[in-house]
């Protein structure tokens, strides 16, 4: 009897593995997502972060190079919806494709537009490359849930992020180190480029140093976008042949809501509404703070530490790429998601309030190590976020609630962005860092009010119940 008991344990066990499973390509797909997100990110500030060399070498003006990075939230805001749609009605695999075919055509076409009369070459590149972003940014969520285990989902979620943060500090940094830091020698004109100097010498072609380090930023990465895309089409499956988790097995087995009711349903759930203007309210002061750190350090420290504000932007971006892996190892090992996201807020929150006083006393150091601490609080709240919509609002697709998400961080990026931006003349760098603090305590609040109502959790209990139920009844059999 215990022997007959034993084996129809035995092959409940093996029915249940059948049932559920993970595939080592898992990994190599996580990977290349990583990098077609990073290529995609890596084109965001390239023209912005070199502004005055831009401007001068292709004869053009501040507002269409700054437009070469506001056309990635401006194509987000206008597309999101109709690309969640398109996620949502053909799969991983179809917009990966898309996604990629368009970051690498951009890329291909930017690599024609070395000339200095060709910038409206670089900008319908630059366009193609942010509508490309439409179908990239949103997948994290969704590629962890379809390929990874339970276990395995928010580290995957937080290393898909990591894609993105990597291929913008390298945006950040990799320009600057390509083109020479040229100063006009006569103010009276700015015509030709040769008239500029590099460290106090006079340089007889700067445009042609120009010239080259622009065919750095482009030629390299054109080609690995291609071989990504080609990666892509070979090896991406839209999902396993067997599900890797309870959850995901469950939605298998379920009838599909249609679009319309995907978004109706996300939006009459409370607990994602109120996540959807929290994290709209913490991603949009990080984007803010990007764009009016110069001004901040600038006006608070005079024009010579203009360079510091460079490097503490790039700290900012590094270590907040720490922060969203390590916040997504705790977020993996705790499970506690609506203590770890209000933890990192807080701490969010308080590091503004620290960065205040530090410019109250002018303190440089006590800035880069601040600078430090925000990053890796405010950068660690993404996977976290995504992971926590994905929870709250089970089985509703990760790709719909993410995308909704990264629309909500657009839209409060660009209108933070523009108030504080014309604020800080007004009322000071150091009540502009008071007011980021204010709206994360707004975002500490909202997130207070979301219940804990982890869906996709109480899921896989249910079925890991109903699993040894069986396995129970099979054995008194």
């Known amino acids: 009897m215990a022997k007959d008991e034993m084996n129809s344990l035995s092959d409940s066990e093996k029915s249940s593995k059948k049932k559920y499973k993970v595939f080592k390509i898992r990994y190599f797909l996580l990977f290349l997502f990583v990098i077609l997100s990073m290529t995609n990110a890596f084109h965001w500030v390239i023209y912005a972060i070199v502004e005055a060399i831009t401007r001068e070498y292709y004869h053009t003006t501040s507002f269409w190079v700054n437009s070469t990075s506001t056309i990635y939230m401006i194509n987000y805001?206008?597309?999101?919806?109709?690309?969640?749609?398109?996620?949502?009605?053909?799969?991983?695999?179809?917009?990966?494709?898309?996604?990629?075919?368009?970051?690498?055509?951009?890329?291909?076409?930017?690599?024609?537009?070395?000339?200095?009369?060709?910038?409206?070459?670089?900008?319908?590149?630059?366009?193609?490359?942010?509508?490309?972003?439409?179908?990239?940014?949103?997948?994290?969520?969704?590629?962890?849930?379809?390929?990874?285990?339970?276990?395995?989902?928010?580290?995957?979620?937080?290393?898909?992020?990591?894609?993105?943060?990597?291929?913008?500090?390298?945006?950040?940094?990799?320009?600057?180190?390509?083109?020479?830091?040229?100063?006009?020698?006569?103010?009276?004109?700015?015509?030709?480029?040769?008239?500029?100097?590099?460290?106090?010498?006079?340089?007889?072609?700067?445009?042609?140093?120009?010239?080259?380090?622009?065919?750095?930023?482009?030629?390299?990465?054109?080609?690995?976008?291609?071989?990504?895309?080609?990666?892509?089409?070979?090896?991406?499956?839209?999902?396993?042949?067997?599900?890797?988790?309870?959850?995901?097995?469950?939605?298998?087995?379920?009838?599909?809501?249609?679009?319309?009711?995907?978004?109706?349903?996300?939006?009459?759930?409370r607990n994602f509404f109120l996540l959807f203007l929290s994290y709209g309210l913490n991603v949009g002061v990080c984007y803010a703070v990007s764009t009016v750190l110069g001004a901040i350090v600038v006006q608070t420290m005079g024009l010579e530490y203009q360079n510091d504000a460079g490097f503490m932007g790039s700290l900012i971006i590094v270590s907040g790429m720490f922060g969203s892996i390590i916040c997504g190892y705790i977020l993996a090992y705790t499970g506690k998601f609506k203590l770890v996201t209000i933890i990192t807020y807080v701490a969010a929150m308080f590091g503004f309030i620290a960065f205040a006083v530090a410019l109250k006393i002018k303190s440089i150091m006590m800035m880069y190590l601040i600078s430090v601490i925000l990053g890796f609080f405010m950068a660690g709240y993404l996977p976290i976020g995504f992971e926590f919509a994905a929870e709250v609002?089970?089985?509703?697709?990760?790709?719909?609630?993410?995308?909704?998400?990264?629309a909500s961080a657009q839209i409060f990026g660009i209108i933070l962005t523009y108030f504080f931006g014309s604020m800080i003349d007004i009322i000071g760098p150091f009540w502009t860092n008071i007011g980021f603090s204010i709206i994360l305590a707004i975002g500490v609040l909202l997130t207070m009010l979301v219940t804990n109502d982890l869906r996709r959790q109480n899921a896989q209990r249910v079925l890991k119940i109903k699993s040894l139920t069986d396995q129970s009844s099979s054995s008194r059999k």
């Open 393 to 406: 609002t089970y089985p509703e697709p990760e790709g719909t609630s993410a995308g909704l998400l990264n």
């Open 77 to 269: 805001i206008i597309g999101i919806i109709p690309a969640t749609y398109f996620l949502d009605r053909y799969g991983l695999r179809i917009s990966l494709i898309v996604g990629a075919s368009g970051n690498a055509l951009g890329s291909i076409i930017k690599c024609f537009s070395i000339d200095r009369s060709l910038f409206w070459i670089a900008m319908l590149g630059q366009t193609i490359i942010a509508s490309s972003q439409l179908f990239i940014l949103n997948i994290p969520p969704m590629l962890s849930a379809t390929w990874f285990s339970a276990d395995e989902v928010t580290i995957a979620t937080a290393y898909g992020v990591f894609g993105n943060q990597i291929g913008v500090a390298l945006g950040f940094l990799i320009p600057p180190l390509l083109m020479p830091e040229l100063a006009p020698l006569n103010t009276t004109t700015n015509s030709s480029l040769s008239t500029f100097a590099l460290d106090g010498e006079i340089l007889a072609d700067d445009s042609k140093q120009i010239e080259q380090a622009f065919m750095w930023l482009s030629y390299p990465v054109a080609l690995i976008t291609l071989i990504i895309l080609i990666l892509i089409y070979l090896f991406f499956k839209d999902k396993p042949d067997v599900p890797p988790s309870k959850a995901q097995a469950l939605l298998k087995g379920s009838k599909k809501e249609s679009y319309s009711e995907t978004l109706s349903g996300l939006f009459y759930n």
